[in-house]
């Protein structure tokens, strides 16, 4: 359940609608999701954060649209994030993101999960190899 309510009719603001219409325009469709919705409540917020997802996201960069998704989702399994992971496996799948794919990027994740804690609790040094300031 959501802890604030999104505005009722939040494009009669200008700075909301001139974010929504971009959002529409980046993405190829009508569909506004609830993030952007309830994000709303703050022009600010809602234009500085569309910004960087659009900077980040939406432009052309040395990583592809699919790969870009990939870390979106494992970065969101580790914070938790429920909305984020489903979101993200749907812009993947939108990706060309396949089911033997998704599989791999689970298997990837847990075993991240693992080999992080086993070198948490064994609070391990680090290799010098590894330290580019060594």
Known sequence: MATLK????????????????DIRATRK????????????????LLERTWGEVKALMAT???LDPL???LI???????NGCSYCVHSHTAAARGHGMTSAQHAELMSI?????KTNQLA????????KVFDVGA
């Open 6 to 21: 999104p505005p009722a009719d939040p494009e009669t603001n200008a700075r909301v609608k001139a974010v929504f219409d």
């Open 29 to 44: 469709t009508d569909f506004v999701n609830n993030l952007w919705r309830h994000l709303a409540f703050d022009p600010a």
């Open 60 to 62: 052309p960069s040395t």
């Open 67 to 69: 790969t870009k998704e």
């Open 72 to 78: 979106y989702i494992a970065v969101s399994i580790t």
């Open 109 to 113: 994740v847990a075993l991240a999960a």
């Open 120 to 127: 948490t609790a064994l609070q391990l040094p680090i290799d």
